[in-house]
C-alpha cells in the first residue's frame, strides 16, 4: 500500500489572553494509501485542528508531517496552496458552494486554477463527474435549486476534478438528514474501493462504522486507534 501520511508529535498551540490551548497535544501516526479513516471525538478534541493541517489547510506549531515523503509542517501558503489544488481534495458540513453558480461550474473550478484541462475537456470532465455522483440531470441547477444532499454531492464532484489521491472530509455529513448521509456515506464507499484515500471527521458512530479505521481524539491527543 504505501505510506501517504506520518505525522510525529504534532502539536497545535492558540494563545487565548493569558491561556496556552493546546487544541493537539504531540498527535503521532501513520495512515496508508487507500485507508478510509474516520477521526471522532467530542466537541472541542482537536479533529478539525488535526484534519486542517493533514489537509494543508493549517500549519503546526512544532511535530512533523511527511506528505507522500515531503516535509510539509513548514511550507509558506502558497505552497501549501499548491500542494491542495494539485493532491487534496475537500468537502466540508456546509458544503462552500458557490452561490448563483450551476453545477457544472462548481465541478469545473478546482481546474480552472490548475490549468491542466482546456475548456471542452474540462466541461467533459465536469460532466462525468456529476454523472458519477448521481447529477446526471442536475447538471444546471444552482445551489438554491437543490436539496443538501444534491449540494454536498456536487461538492464531492468537485472536490474529485484534479482527481486527488486523498479526499478530506469534515463532518460531510452534519448538515444532512439520514436518508442523505446514508447516500453520502455509500458514495465514498464506493470511491474508497476506487483506491481513493479517504479521510473524514464525524462525531457520529453510525457515519464512523462506514469507515474502516477509526480513531478517537481527546483534549487534543489520540487516545485509540481501531480497524473495523
Ligand atoms: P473539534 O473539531 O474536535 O470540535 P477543534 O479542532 O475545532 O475541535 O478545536 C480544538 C480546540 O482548539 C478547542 O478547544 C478550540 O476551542 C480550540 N481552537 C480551535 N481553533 C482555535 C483558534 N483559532 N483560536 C483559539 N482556539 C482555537
Ligand atoms: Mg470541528
Do not use: W
Not at 84 to 90: A, V
Not at 125 to 147: D, F, I, K, Y
Not at 151 to 156: L, N
Amino acid at each position: 500500500m504505501g505510506c501517504l501520511i506520518e505525522i510525529s508529535d504534532l502539536r497545535k498551540t492558540y494563545q487565548v489572553g493569558d491561556e496556552a490551548v493546546h487544541a493537539l497535544d504531540g498527535v503521532s501516526l501513520t495512515i496508508d494509501n487507500g485507508e478510509f479513516v474516520a477521526i471522532m471525538g467530542a466537541s472541542g478534541s482537536g479533529k478539525s485542528t488535526l484534519l486542517n493541517i493533514l489537509g494543508c489547510l493549517d500549519t503546526p506549531t512544532s511535530g512533523s508531517y511527511l506528505l507522500d515523503g515531503m516535509e510539509v509542517a513548514r511550507r509558506s501558503t502558497t505552497e501549501l496552496a499548491h500542494i491542495r489544488n494539485s493532491k487534496l481534495g475537500f468537502v466540508f458540513q456546509s458544503f462552500n458552494l458557490l452561490p448563483r453558480t450551476r453545477a457544472v461550474e462548481q465541478v469545473e473550478l478546482p481546474d480552472l486554477y490548475l490549468g491542466r484541462l482546456n475548456h471542452a475537456a474540462r466541461r467533459r470532465r465536469a460532466m462525468e463527474l456529476l454523472r458519477r455522483v448521481g447529477l446526471g440531470g442536475r447538471t444546471g441547477h444552482t445551489p438554491a435549486q437543490m436539496s443538501g444532499g444534491q449540494q454536498q454531492r456536487v461538492a464531492i464532484a468537485r472536490a474529485l476534478m484534479n482527481d486527488p489521491p486523498v479526499l478530506f472530509a469534515d463532518e460531510p455529513t452534519g448538515n444532512l438528514d439520514t436518508k442523505s448521509s446514508v447516500e453520502i456515506m455509500n458514495l465514498f464507499t464506493e470511491l474508497s474501493k476506487e483506491g481513493i484515500t479517504i479521510i473524514m471527521v464525524t462525531h457520529e458512530d453510525d457515519i464512523a462504522a462506514y469507515a474502516k479505521r477509526q480513531l478517537l481524539m481527546k483534549d487534543g491527543k489520540l487516545i485509540r486507534d481501531e480497524h473495523r
